[in-house]
Nanobody, 116 residues
Framework: QVQLVESGGGLVQAGGSLRLSCAAS????????VGWYRQAPGKQRELVAA???????KYGDSVKGRFTISRDDAKNTVYLQMNGLNAEDTAVYYC??????????WGQGTQVTVSS
């Protein structure tokens, strides 16, 4: 069974940085897409960043220029470097993988809290 395990969340002051990691139990990163989503209280889950096969990298409008997604296929790990954090970035961040068969996998989520 495929598992995604996020780490790196926590409490940070506004303007600070965090780096999230998502490790997969299998080589599912050869699928269609890998990425990060987030969900703040009372809001819908939204795309943060994704690496999409055949389409490159996509970022949510609110994080462009501040966040960077990257992957290490040898480690089956995807990263999200978050700089210039602000209170609006407070959310649970979820790792997502879309397999080559189109099946979505989700991690359990990691909390990011930005204090202003």
């Amino acid at each position: 069974q495929v598992q995604l395990v996020e780490s790196g969340g926590g409490l940070v002051q506004a303007g600070g940085s965090l780096r999230l990691s998502c490790a997969a139990s299998g080589s599912i990163f050869s699928g269609n897409a890998v990425g990060w989503y987030r969900q703040a209280p009372g809001k819908q889950r939204e795309l943060v960043a994704a690496i999409i096969r055949g389409a490159g990298i996509k970022y949510g409008d609110s994080v462009k220029g501040r966040f960077t997604i990257s992957r290490d296929d040898a480690k089956n790990t995807v990263y999200l470097q978050m700089n210039g954090l602000n209170a609006e970035d407070t959310a649970v961040y979820y790792c997502n993988v879309i397999s080559s068969a189109g099946y979505p996998y989700w991690g359990q989520g990691t909390q990011v809290t930005v204090s202003s």
